[in-house]
């Protein structure tokens, strides 16, 4: 699996959007971007995942460059709640497992 | 989506006992892991669970410290034997639901403390 880089912490005022950058340049064709958090004492939640193009659920938005080499995860009015550490990780899709970086830390600020 | 209950959620124990924990997933998924957590650190993959077959290990995981059942489609269990203050981390179990999305879910976890 390709490695990602990401900031290891941030901040973001309350209401606003939480912009979180990931960088996968070792990227292959057939691997997914997929974001997950963990909220302090819980398991890790999943967020979102995209191939190539940008995907918006209820919870956010994934932003993809056209060359894959990143991804921005979007928080559109992050809440106190959302303060967690957020991780980025690239798989084959259907692959056995994931492995976990260091992911970022947002502190949502009020 | 699925639903991952683990028991126990939290437990003390001494050194040189082992705990199991169990997973529960309320559907049936294609795969099963175990996951560990140190204190202040990311998820660190323990193995894969089998359903019917020996577990799949890690580098630096091995059978004997961290034996593994998995009986059928929704269940598992991890067992943490001859524990030592080391051990001390929260395991989590996790489950691959089958279908195209390749969404993996997590259990809350447990957290386990050796003295």
């Known amino acids: 699996d390709a490695k990602t880089t990401q900031p290891p912490s941030m901040d973001c005022a309350e209401g606003r959007a939480a912009n979180l950058p990931c960088n996968h340049s070792?990227?292959?064709?057939?691997?997914?971007v997929y974001w997950y958090r963990q909220i302090h004492s819980q398991g890790p939640q999943y967020i979102i995942h995209?191939?190539?193009n940008n995907e918006t659920n209820e919870m956010a938005s994934l932003i993809i460059t056209e060359d894959r080499k990143s991804s921005t995860l979007i928080l559109p009015h992050a809440t106190l709640r959302d303060t967690a550490v957020y991780y980025c990780?690239?798989?084959?899709?259907?692959?056995?497992?994931?492995?976990f970086g260091t992911g970022t830390r947002l502190t949502v600020i009020p | 989506s699925a639903v991952i209950s683990q028991k126990p959620s939290r437990d003390i124990c001494q050194r040189g006992t082992s705990l199991t924990i169990q997973c529960q997933v309320d559907s049936q998924v294609t795969m099963m892991f175990w996951y560990r957590q140190q204190p202040g650190q990311s998820l660190t993959l323990i193995a894969t669970a089998n359903q019917g077959s020996e577990a799949t290990y890690e580098s630096g995981f091995v059978i004997d410290k961290f034996p593994i059942s998995r009986p059928n489609l929704t269940f598992s269990t991890l067992t943490v034997s001859n524990m030592s203050p080391e051990d001390s981390s929260i395991y989590l179990c996790?489950?691959?639901?089958?279908?195209?999305?390749?969404?993996?879910?997590f259990g809350p976890g447990t957290r386990l403390t050796v003295t």
């Open positions: 070792t990227i292959s064709g057939n691997e997914y």
């Open positions: 995209g191939l190539k």
């Open positions: 996790s489950a691959l639901t089958s279908g195209g999305s390749y969404e993996q879910y």
């Open positions: 990780i690239v798989r084959v899709g259907g692959a056995n497992n994931l492995f």
